[in-house]
Structure formats: structure tokens, C-alpha cells
Nanobody, 123 residues
Framework: VQLQASGGGLAQAGGSLRLSCAASGRSKRSYRTGWFRQAPGKEREFVAAISRYGTSIQYADSVKGRFTISRDNANNTVHLQMSRLKPEDTAVYYC?????????????????WGQGTQVTVSS
């Protein structure tokens, strides 16, 4: 499966942005989709993940209550609605797909990655 992330940009603290991850290729639906982010000088970290049919959702503690992940299987797209943004949310955001049942928090368990999209939050 190929992934294409979009929707990044510049926002002020307290504002909102919506990221999208469009999937193409085979196995369009038989996978879990997640979002990670990587700030300059830091390791890539887990943000959120959603299961194949949206019945299981996970969030990092740092974004819980502010970010919402959702899935539109009809359009093979996963969205990450980011609200109440903080300067520390500034990072390159990546979407990823996993067909196995591994722990979503670990980057090595994700088989497919999209290109990143930059999110910058000004104070």
C-alpha cells in the first residue's frame, strides 16, 4: 500500500489543522493506520492509530483530548484532526500502515510509510 500525507502547514497556538493520509495500491483496507511525528533532533514518536474498521483507536498521552483520528474507508483516507495546537506539536508528521498485529507505539512494527508533512505551530 502506498500512502500520501497532506494537510500540514502553519497554525497559531490554540488553532487547528487537519491532516489526511490517502492510501492506494493493494490491501487498501486490511491494515491499521497510524500517525507519527518527528521534531528536529528528536526520534520519531507515535501520535495516534486507528484499526481497520475504526473500532480500536489509540492516542499518545501528549495529544489525547486534542487530536482525533478517523477513517473514511470509502475514500481510503485517514484523517488526523488536530485542535488546541501547541508549539511543541511542531514536527514533520508521517502516516503509516501496519498489516500485522504488532504494538502500534513502535515504529519498527509499521511496514509502510508515507512522506512527511510539516506542521508548524507558532506561539
Amino acid at each position: 500500500v502506498q500512502l500520501q500525507a497532506s494537510g500540514g502547514g502553519l497554525a497559531q497556538a490554540g488553532g487547528s489543522l487537519r491532516l489526511s493520509c490517502a492510501a492506494s495500491g493493494r490491501s487498501k483496507r486490511s491494515y491499521r493506520t497510524g500517525w507519527f511525528r518527528q521534531a528536529p533532533g528528536k526520534e520519531r514518536e507515535f501520535v495516534a492509530a486507528i484499526s481497520r474498521y475504526g473500532t480500536s483507536i489509540q492516542y499518545a498521552d501528549s495529544v489525547k483530548g486534542r487530536f482525533t483520528i478517523s477513517r473514511d474507508n470509502a475514500n481510503n483516507t485517514v484523517h488526523l484532526q488536530m485542535s488546541r495546537l501547541k508549539p511543541e506539536d511542531t514536527a514533520v508528521y508521517y502516516c503509516a500502515a501496519m498489516e500485522s498485529s504488532g504494538n502500534a507505539y513502535y515504529t519498527e512494527n509499521w511496514e509502510n510509510w508515507g512522506q512527511g508533512t510539516q506542521v508548524t505551530v507558532s506561539s
